[in-house]
């Protein structure tokens, strides 16, 4: 029979063993963390190339999304938020267009009025974005963000009516620098306005179609076009 002092060490023994075990399953854990990290982005990345893809199927919205994508980072991170968290805001500008894949492009680039059915399929695209991102469970915001991109202040919006603080606060971001965008930039038809007026019309929908305190933040933080 072993005596207590042996006992003693097999139990050290036993517990050292024990002790490398968990310190290699924290190794294995972070390396699992870590690998996922990159899943996460590399699925994003593959995301954002399809809607670079998408917007340069058209002059008139080539550069959009990057663009949106990097005003709203921008906005968030002047409203203090953390690095993180305006990344993702980020990536939902970046994504916020995508479920224009689902709409026909005939419908996308026509330049005589909607009837009422077009009007329909096309305003289907947040709904289709971010259905298309659903399955990230980590972009579960981004998804709201994407869904909500077109709502307005004043409740005249799509897809839910959304009025004011109701609409996520990344939608209502990520809504200002759209418009701004499309301010900004040539359609089909009208010409891109300067800057100036492009802020003066922003700040015309402050309280109206965008939330007024972040077209502050926007015009405050301005971008250069
Ligand atoms: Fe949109
Ligand atoms: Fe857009």
Redesign the pocket.
Known sequence: MASPVERLADLAAKYRRLQASYQRSLFYAREVRHLYTRLERASLLGLEGLADALDSRDRYTRGHSGRVGAWARQTALALGWSVDHADLVGQAGRL??IG?IGVPEVLLRKTEALSADEWQARRG??EIGARIVAPFDFFAEGAEIIRH??ERWDGSGYPDGLTGSRIPVGARIVAVA?VFDALTSDRSYRVALPVEAAVKELQREAGRTLDPRLVDVFVADRPSV
Request: glycine share 0%; charged share 40%.
């Open positions: 916020h267009d224009k695209h947040p991109h077109h759209d």
